[in-house]
């Protein structure tokens, strides 16, 4: 069966950790998504990956095809930056599998 | 942002009445999907759309059903409303659907009594 798993599925933090959020899947994928949700609110794309490395500003999304596991990193994070992140992926086919999100908190 | 728009935006009906949900793209992506987000799941397919009058089920497709007459129209319609059925549902596009960005609309909150 085709999944997706994320982990943690909460983290609060401190404003300026460095904080990271993992997505694990089990079987191969053509692509990676990671997505994030304010409360109450849609849906944004973050990153979209197949391979490496992307970096936008303070986040950072890692993908290891080999190891099936993919990890978004925050630096220097802040309260704006609450929010749920959710990791999706194309197993070989146009729809996407998300995993259940990770909810971030980040106090001041 | 992606010009996707989702009407209405909150929704409180009676079960066992019709309800349509409409998803409106300007961005003239051929895949359209119809998303619902509950507690403890992540996002699940409906139905989706790869282009006018063709769609085909996602895997909580039951008591949902869709059409797609118009390029930038995905309307997702539930025949008979049930308490079940109660959730925010979400409207995506995505230029080809495989390997390329999806873009999100705001989200319907239907709540059904």
């Known amino acids: 069966k085709n999944e997706v798993e994320q982990s943690p599925q909460n983290l609060t933090a401190q404003e300026g950790e460095f904080i990271t959020i993992n997505c694990s899947y089990s079987?191969?994928?053509?692509?990676l998504h990671w997505l994030q949700q304010h409360p109450g609110g849609g849906i944004v794309s973050l990153f979209m990956l197949s391979s490496g490395k992307k970096k936008h500003g303070r986040l950072i999304a890692t993908i290891n095809i080999q190891e099936k596991h993919s990890s978004l990193h925050i630096t220097a994070s802040h309260p704006r930056d609450s929010a749920v992140y959710i990791c999706?992926?194309?197993?070989?086919?146009?729809?996407?599998?998300f995993g259940t999100g990770t909810r971030l908190t980040i106090i001041p | 942002d992606a010009g996707i728009t989702q009407s209405p935006r909150h929704k409180v009906t009676e079960t066992g009445t019709p309800v349509t949900l409409r998803c409106h793209q300007t961005e003239n992506h051929r895949y359209m999907y119809w998303y619902r987000q509950d507690p403890g799941h992540g996002l699940r397919l409906i139905h989706y759309s790869y282009g006018v009058k063709d769609t085909d089920k996602g895997e909580v497709s039951d008591g949902y059903s869709v059409s797609r007459s118009k390029t930038e129209d995905f309307l997702l319609t539930l025949e008979s409303a049930t308490s079940s059925q109660t959730s925010v549902y979400f409207c995506?596009?995505?230029?080809?659907?495989?390997?390329?960005?999806?873009?999100f609309g705001q989200g319907t909150r239907l709540t059904v009594v």
């Open positions: 999706a992926v194309n197993f070989g086919n146009e729809k996407l599998t």
């Open positions: 995506a596009i995505s230029y080809s659907g495989r390997n390329t960005e999806a873009f």
């Open positions: 079987v191969g994928i053509s692509a």
